[in-house]
């Protein structure tokens, strides 16, 4: 089970990885596979990944109450994505997550989130 200081540990490693850097994480992370392919590959399956999630994100991400909070607070990107990977860890490995939850805050919330009514 997870808890909140392995999250915070795994988005602490992750945050100054460049965007394709924590693309190629993810599909490294989410693939078993992939350990053995190029990076450029790695990278790609990290953003199909990424693409296919979509929904789950926005479902569980958007709608959760402590993120809504600090989305309204303007809290700082590790707070922010530790929240974000703290609920995604529910459902995804705590690598994925918090490589996602990076991704997820850098890309914006605000487009994420704002697709969704009532937010």
Known sequence: MNDHSQT???V?????LKDDELLELLGTEVSAAAGG???RTRRLLGESWFSEQRKAFQSSVCSNHLVRQLRRD??????????VADVLAATFSVPAAATAALLLVR???????????GD
Do not use: M, S, V
């Open 107 to 117: 890309f914006g919330l605000e487009k994420l989130c704002n697709e969704l009514p």
């Open 37 to 39: 392919l190029e990076r």
């Open 12 to 16: 602490r490693e992750r945050l100054e």
């Open 74 to 83: 303007h809290a700082d990107i590790y707070t922010l994505a530790t929240a």
């Open 8 to 10: 915070a540990a795994a």
